[in-house]
C-alpha cells in the first residue's frame, strides 16, 4: 500500500537560482550538518544527470509552492 501512496505523489523538484533549470528530489532529507542550521539537505538530481544535496535554508518557495535555490 506504500508504494502505491509513492506513485501517486506529486513530484517534488527544485529550480536553479535563475529558474531556467530543475531538478527531481530523488529521496527523503537528512538535517543539515552545518553548525547551527536548522534546515535540511534534499538529495536532488538534476536534468543533466548531476547529483546535489542543497539545504532548505538556502531556498525559496516559489508560487506554485515548488522550491527555488535562492
Not at 543539515?32 to 539537505?41: A, D, I, L, P
Not at 538530481?45 to 525559496?60: A, E, N, V, Y
Request: charged fraction near 25%; charge should be positive; glycine fraction near 14%.
Amino acid at each position: 500500500m506504500a508504494d502505491s501512496k509513492k506513485a501517486n505523489a506529486p513530484e517534488r523538484r527544485v529550480f536553479s537560482s535563475d529558474g531556467k533549470s530543475s531538478g527531481v528530489v530523488t529521496s527523503g532529507g537528512y538535517r543539515c550538518s552545518m553548525e547551527g542550521c536548522t534546515g535540511v539537505r534534499l538529495p536532488v538530481t538534476w536534468s543533466d544527470g548531476k547529483h546535489s544535496r542543497p539545504c532548505t535554508k538556502g531556498m525559496l518557495t516559489r508560487p506554485d509552492g515548488q522550491l527555488q535555490i535562492g
